[in-house]
């Protein structure tokens, strides 16, 4: 039998996509087969050594807790992960993000009210912990949860996005340690609940992703000061993530079904203004998270049960069209929720 791929110009996208998505799971299957053959033990388990960064874990809730991310053990990607954050089912963990010891948190909630946060005060645990509720130190509505935890940087500018695609950037001073608790960071009333939120330098790119899997890239310089429409969205779907590029950027993609798939940017045409209805940039039922990587980067993957698992890009193949992706987490009746992306400085 010729095992030669055919010409598949013609042929259906979403065919096309789940061929591919076959080739790489043989593909890793293959591998598997090959490195168990050779070795006779488990793969060796790379570490980080001890500094200053963390690992913050948290619930839409406000149940936080801070872990040293040396703590956290690198796997190979598609194992099931480690236990971490102990929440009740009803409380999933929904954030994460890696933060330096005295820097200080932005929390932005889903009213898109912002507030400053010493990471003190966020409880330090080991790896399996409950950690300590945060919010009464922020002073929530009712019915209001945390959306986005981030550190505060001392430059470039904060974009925000909503779940109904709107797109608002605001320079990094407006966060200083002046800034009024509360401050509300758009018009919710026009905006709608926040999605998510990420650093960008100003003038570059910004790349926004919703539950479909369907994203858009335009220049961040066309958003205006009083914010607009990121990406057109149908009635049945909802953005959930924004992240920075430019035509050298890697963008990883995660669904919740624990499948991801890195996609260069230099394939990834950037539109001519926001507001399009953008493009398909990954096959998955439910996109959790894009962001931008480098190939040094670990990826850590939350699941909904409260399981981590922490891995190299490198081990993702890099794809310049439309895939399912690959296997990053293995689940059993779980699904991922939250994911963070990591450069380490020293290993051991």
């Given at each position: 039998m010729?095992?030669t791929?055919p010409?598949l110009?013609d042929?259906n996208?979403?065919?096309?996509a789940y061929?591919?998505?076959l080739?790489?799971e043989?593909?890793?299957l293959?591998?598997?087969?090959?490195?168990?053959a050779?070795?006779?033990s488990?793969?060796p388990?790379?570490?980080?050594?001890?500094g200053?960064y963390?690992?913050i874990?948290?619930?839409?809730?406000?149940?936080?807790?801070?872990?040293?991310?040396h703590?956290?053990?690198r796997?190979?990607?598609?194992?099931?992960?480690i236990f971490?954050?102990?929440t009740?089912?009803e409380?999933?963990?929904a954030l994460?993000t890696?933060a330096?010891?005295?820097q200080?948190l932005?929390?932005?909630?889903?009213?898109?009210?912002?507030?400053?946060?010493?990471l003190?005060s966020?409880q330090e645990t080991?790896?399996?912990?409950?950690?300590n509720?945060?919010?009464?130190?922020?002073?929530?509505f009712?019915?209001e949860t945390?959306a986005?935890?981030?550190?505060i940087?001392a430059?470039?500018?904060l974009s925000?996005?909503?779940?109904?695609g709107?797109v608002r950037?605001?320079?990094?001073?407006?966060?200083?340690?002046y800034m009024?608790?509360g401050?509300p960071l758009?018009?919710?009333?026009s905006?709608?609940?926040?999605?998510?939120?990420c650093?960008?330098?100003?003038?570059g790119?910004l790349?926004v992703?919703?539950?479909?899997?369907r994203a858009i890239?335009?220049s961040?310089?066309?958003?205006?000061?009083?914010?607009?429409?990121?990406?057109?969205?149908?009635?049945?779907d909802?953005?959930v993530?924004i992240t920075?590029?430019?035509?050298?950027?890697e963008?990883?993609?995660?669904?919740?079904d624990?499948h991801?798939?890195l996609r260069?940017?230099?394939?990834f045409?950037?539109?001519?203004a926001?507001?399009?209805?953008?493009?398909?940039?990954m096959?998955?039922s439910?996109?959790?998270?894009?962001?931008?990587v480098d190939?040094v980067?670990?990826?850590?993957?939350?699941?909904r049960?409260?399981k981590?698992?922490?891995?190299q890009?490198?081990?993702v193949p890099?794809?310049?069209?439309v895939?399912?992706?690959v296997?990053?987490?293995?689940f059993r009746?779980?699904?991922?929720s939250?994911l963070?992306?990591r450069?380490?400085?020293?290993?051991?």
């Amino acid at each position: 039998m010729d095992r030669t791929r055919p010409d598949l110009t013609d042929i259906n996208q979403e065919v096309v996509a789940y061929i591919q998505s076959l080739e790489d799971e043989i593909e890793r299957l293959n591998n598997h087969s090959q490195l168990a053959a050779t070795e006779t033990s488990e793969a060796p388990v790379f570490y980080e050594s001890p500094g200053p960064y963390v690992l913050i874990t948290a619930t839409a809730s406000g149940t936080a807790k801070r872990t040293p991310v040396h703590l956290y053990a690198r796997q190979r990607r598609s194992g099931m992960g480690i236990f971490d954050l102990d929440t009740a089912p009803e409380d999933p963990p929904a954030l994460l993000t890696i933060a330096e010891e005295g820097q200080t948190l932005l929390m932005i909630t889903s009213d898109s009210r912002a507030f400053r946060l010493p990471l003190s005060s966020v409880q330090e645990t080991p790896v399996r912990a409950r950690g300590n509720s945060i919010v009464s130190k922020l002073n929530l509505f009712e019915g209001e949860t945390l959306a986005a935890i981030l550190p505060i940087h001392a430059q470039g500018y904060l974009s925000l996005l909503s779940k109904t695609g709107m797109v608002r950037s605001l320079r990094h001073h407006v966060f200083g340690e002046y800034m009024k608790p509360g401050i509300p960071l758009y018009d919710i009333k026009s905006f709608g609940p926040l999605a998510n939120a990420c650093w960008s330098p100003g003038d570059g790119d910004l790349l926004v992703a919703t539950r479909q899997g369907r994203a858009i890239r335009f220049s961040e310089k066309q958003v205006p000061p009083q914010g607009c429409v990121g990406m057109r969205l149908t009635p049945d779907d909802q953005a959930v993530s924004i992240t920075p590029v430019d035509d050298s950027s890697e963008v990883f993609f995660l669904g919740a079904d624990g499948h991801g798939t890195l996609r260069k940017m230099n394939s990834f045409a950037r539109n001519k203004a926001p507001g399009s209805g953008g493009k398909n940039a990954m096959a998955t039922s439910q996109l959790v998270a894009a962001a931008n990587v480098d190939g040094v980067d670990d990826l850590f993957i939350i699941s909904r049960l409260g399981k981590i698992i922490r891995f190299q890009v490198a081990e993702v193949p890099v794809k310049e069209g439309v895939v399912q992706g690959v296997i990053c987490m293995s689940f059993r009746a779980d699904e991922a929720s939250a994911l963070a992306v990591r450069r380490p400085v020293t290993m051991y």
